[in-house]
Nanobody, 123 residues
């Protein structure tokens, strides 16, 4: 099985920074893609940034130049560095991971979500 644990959210002032982490554990064989999404009440979850196993990255326009997604393959952990935070960035941030794990008999694909971490930006 696969477990995702997010951390790093919290309260920050406008213009401040936070770094989110998403640790993936279990019998992980490979991680193909990791994405960070965010959601506010009444709105759909939206993509913030994503990174592939090869290191290719993709960012939503509203975070370009401010957020940086990265990963540590040795630790099976992904990060989202958020700088120059704005009140509109306040949301619950979720990581989503696609990959393959060893079930003991077969390699199986997974596509799992973290539990979410709250980011609050005070003006």
């Amino acid at each position: 099985q696969v477990q995702l644990v997010e951390s790093g959210g919290g309260l920050v002032q406008t213009g401040g920074s936070l770094k989110l982490s998403c640790a993936v554990s279990g019998s992980i064989f490979s991680i193909n893609r990791m994405g960070w999404y965010r959601q506010t009440p009444g709105k759909q979850r939206e993509l913030v940034a994503a990174i592939t196993s090869g290191g290719s990255t993709d960012y939503a326009d509203f975070v370009k130049g401010r957020f940086t997604i990265s990963k540590d393959n040795a630790k099976n952990t992904g990060y989202l560095q958020m700088n120059n935070l704005k009140p509109d960035d306040a949301a619950v941030y979720y990581c989503n991971v696609e990959g393959t794990y060893d079930s003991g008999r077969f390699y199986r694909r997974f596509n799992d979500w973290g539990q979410g971490t709250q980011v609050i930006v005070s003006s």
